[in-house]
Each structure stands twice: as structure tokens, then as C-alpha cells.
């Protein structure tokens, strides 16, 4: 009898679906698998009205086809007054935070977070969570610890702003995790995985090129085994950051990792790997529905202990992507 695991659903609590033809392409690839996601703001110009979050979100439910997922959008983080998130309120899961200039188009980001103050205060009363990019413009191995600190003021200053620190890195991260109430923390695919060995230590393998880069050994066993034992404060980001091939294999490679259509099963893989598949569905789905307070969506996701193939590329639209560790085979699939 073939091992299968039902996933309830599997939420996917950071995510990039980007825009126009290559949104067409990545859009339904997560829909199909996911209940609902994340979806980041760092469009080109960023999602920072309601105007444009609203006509946004009619463009990907366009590009979902009949899937049932729920598209769970975030303001690009700028100053807004009160009345604006008031309108923002329903509309939003959050407010994304990126220091200026430290990932793909981030240039309209926060330079100074003195300046971000007033904001966060009337986030913090009108308790809308803020999801923050933590990383500094220091050395590229040092930049997340860097930012601890901003983390550490921003949970002081601020106990009942509810704050995700997105796609953690390092076992300092989780360390702060602990320390505070109102911090919560989301972790993608890749870090669980690999470390900087795996991207420069050998060949350079672009595709597995991203920002926050991976990190030492030490560090991510220490984010397994915190999303292994299903850590009740830390959730499935995958952070899923599609690029056209052209631009990943390119001198100047954009930073981001594509795994949302093979996150699910090679989670199982490694959840397996180390005797955890009970805490799968905490990590992927209870932590982040219990954290947000969110709707469950009544979508299961069947995945079976038999052999896939993940693929070279996903095409269509005119776009072309290639995904986390493609042509490789993993012992968990679809059942579909
Ligand atoms: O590697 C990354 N890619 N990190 C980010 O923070 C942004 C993302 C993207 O949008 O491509
Ligand atoms: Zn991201």
C-alpha cells in the first residue's frame, strides 16, 4: 500500500506571483496545491494603494482560473495615515516592510525606520500584523543578524504590533523568536535545505540564489529543527521569487528561489527524512491559521510516498522559469 498524507489546508504564508504573463504562469501553479497564500507587494511601481491592491487582486483571481484559493494580499510598507489603513483594514493580512534597496525591487522601501514610526503605531491600533524584510545593507552573511536588533526595538516599542519576521536564516533569528510575545517567523523550502555551500561552494548554482542568502550548517539545522518539531511561532513561507531563465542565468543573476508547485512534496521528503510528517500539517497550515486567526478553507492536498520528477521548466504565457533543484527525482508526489 502506497504511504499518503492529507494536508489540510496548506497555506503558503510568503509568496511571489508577480504580474502579468509570468503571474498567468506562476499564479495557478500554487493555486492548484495551495488553500491560500501571502502574496508580496514588490510589484513594479509596489502595491501601495488600495486602488492598486484592489485592481491587483482582480488581475490574479483572473489568473487563478476555478482553483479555490484565498489571495491574502499586503500593502508595500510607506507612510499611511489612519484613514488609509482604516480602508486598507479588510482588505489586507498586513503590511510589508522593506528596508530600502535590500532585495528585488525594493528601491521605494524604508530608508530610516524612525520615520516608519507614526505608521506602525496606528498598525499597531488598528492591530494589523507587519511582515518585515530583516536584513541590513551590511556584509551579506552578517546583514540578517544585523537586523536582529531593529527586530528586538520594534518588539519592545511596539508589544501589540503582531510581527513576522519573513524567511529567517539563522539560528540567532529563532533565538529571538523565543524572546518575544509579538514576534512570529516565517521559513521557506530553500533555507530548510541548503546552506551557502550549496550555492557557491561548488559550481555556481544560480537558481539557488536568493535573498536572504543561506546560511551555515549550523544554521539550518537549527531552522529544521525548529520546523520539525512544529515550533508553534514559526510557519511555511516559501518566498517562492519566480525569474525568467534569462535573468537567473545571466552574469548579473536575480535573486530569488521558484518552488511553489514542488514545496508540498519535498517538505514531505524531508519531514520524513527525519521522523516529523506528524508536524507537516503545523508547519504548513494550524501555525499560521492559529497566528492570523484565519478561515479554514476546506482544501486538502493529497501527497503519496511514490517517485516524481521534478520538472526542468514551467512554460507558458511566453515565460519560461526554472525551478528549485530541477530534473532531481524525490521520493514524495501528487496524488493527483
Ligand atoms: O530572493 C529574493 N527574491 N528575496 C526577496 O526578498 C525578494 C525576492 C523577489 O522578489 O524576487
Ligand atoms: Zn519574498
Known amino acids: 500500500m502506497l504511504m499518503k498524507i492529507e494536508l489540510d489546508s496548506p497555506l503558503d504564508m510568503h509568496l511571489h506571483l508577480r504580474d502579468g504573463n509570468m503571474m498567468r504562469l506562476v499564479a495557478p501553479l500554487s493555486a492548484r496545491y495551495f488553500s491560500g497564500a501571502v502574496i508580496m507587494p514588490n510589484l513594479v511601481p509596489p502595491v501601495n494603494s488600495l486602488e492598486k491592491l484592489l485592481a491587483y487582486k482582480q488581475r ?22 489612519e484613514e488609509e ?14 528596508p530600502a534597496g535590500v532585495t528585488t525591487n525594493s528601491a521605494n522601501g524604508v530608508a530610516n525606520i524612525l520615520q516608519a514610526e507614526t ?18 545593507h551590511g556584509f551579506v552573511m552578517d546583514r540578517e543578524q544585523e537586523f536582529l536588533d ?8 511596539f508589544p501589540k504590533l ?40 561548488g559550481l555556481l548554482r544560480p537558481h539557488l540564489f536568493c535573498k536572504p542568502i543561506a546560511k551555515r550548517p549550523e544554521d539550518r539545522d537549527a531552522l529544521q529543527q525548529a520546523a520539525l518539531s512544529g515550533h508553534p511561532k514559526l510557519m511555511f513561507g516559501s518566498d517562492s ?7 537567473k542565468e545571466a552574469c548579473g543573476c536575480a535573486a530569488g528561489v521558484f518552488t511553489a508547485p514542488i514545496a508540498l512534496p519535498m517538505l514531505a ?3 520524513e527524512r527525519h521522523h516529523a510528517l506528524d508536524h507537516l500539517q503545523a508547519f504548513i497550515s ?4 492559529r497566528i492570523y486567526g484565519l478561515p479554514r478553507q476546506a482544501k486538502t492536498v493529497s501527497l503519496i510516498r511514490q517517485e516524481m520528477t521534478i520538472p526542468q521548466k514551467y512554460a507558458g504565457f511566453g515565460e519560461r522559469v526554472v525551478p528549485m533543484n530541477a530534473k532531481q527525482t524525490i521520493s514524495w508526489s501528487y496524488e493527483d
Open 150 to 157: 531593529i527586530y528586538r526595538d520594534l518588539a519592545i516599542r
Open 241 to 247: 521569487a519566480p525569474h525568467p531563465v534569462h535573468a
Open 119 to 136: 505608521t506602525l503605531k496606528i498598525m499597531e491600533e488598528l492591530a494589523i500584523p507587519l511582515l518585515v524584510h530583516g536584513e541590513t
Open 269 to 271: 521528503e524531508l519531514f
Open 162 to 201: 503582531k510581527i513576522s519576521m519573513e524567511h529567517i536564516t539563522t539560528a540567532a533569528a529563532l533565538k529571538l523568536l523565543d524572546e518575544f510575545e509579538n514576534l512570529y517567523a516565517t521559513v521557506t523550502l530553500q533555507h530548510l535545505l541548503i546552506t551557502l555551500d550549496d550555492v557557491a561552494g
Open 85 to 98: 489603513l482604516l480602508r486598507a483594514r479588510s482588505h489586507i493580512i498586513g503590511i510589508k516592510l522593506y
Open 286 to 289: 494550524d501555525n499560521a491559521h
Open 60 to 81: 490574479l483571481t483572473e489568473a487563478l482560473y476555478s482553483y479555490d484559493f484565498h489571495l491574502y494580499m499586503t500593502l508595500f510598507f510607506q507612510n499611511y495615515t
